[in-house]
């Protein structure tokens, strides 16, 4: 589980991607639109209240960006700032 607080996001109609910045660095998580197995919503529903600022937590497949960095392919995401309210 990688941890850390949204610094960039960024949509377009195919891809999500934050900007993850946490007590490790920092890396891209790149979210795709499709649906979870274990969830009626799509990662777009799912993604669009979180925002700049706040603080998640990912589970996900290790991956890379288009550039050939390191990135987080989500299966969960959960909005730690909702938690703590």
Known sequence: ??????????SSPNLVTYDLVGFGGQIQVRALPEPSFMEETT???RHS???NGDYVGVIGFPGKNSMGEPS???K????LSLLSS
């Open 1 to 10: 589980m990688r941890t850390g607080r949204v610094m960039n996001k960024q």
């Open 43 to 45: 990662s777009f529903e």
């Open 49 to 51: 209240d979180l925002k």
């Open 72 to 74: 987080v392919i989500p």
């Open 76 to 79: 969960l995401i959960v909005n």
